[in-house]
């Protein structure tokens, strides 16, 4: 396999919002088109299914070229989120820690 596109429809939210929940392609295989090829597909099933609007979420600082995918595809940000992280050790007690 070169290459998946897996989607959904926005449940809860909305049935007419499609979401591409995830969209990968093997890095022996990137640069050929076949990621746009994926999404395109899976924008036209989308649309077929009656979706006026599809959304994905995407890792801004991604290193694989896939915010220059999603633009060419004609998808535009719309909104950004933070994402806050902490790593935890094992066997360090931080309950009590301020």
Known sequence: MAGFA????HLPLAL???V???LAVRPAWRC???GLALL???L???HRRGCGSV???VDSDSLTGALRLYERAGM???RTQLIYEKGLCAGVDITTRA
């Open 44 to 46: 036209g099933e989308f």
């Open 40 to 42: 395109w597909n899976a």
């Open 76 to 78: 535009r940000a719309f």
């Open 20 to 22: 591409v929940a995830s």
């Open 55 to 57: 959304e994905l979420l």
């Open 16 to 18: 007419s919002r499609g």
């Open 32 to 34: 050929r088109g076949l």
């Open 6 to 9: 897996l989607g959904r429809s």
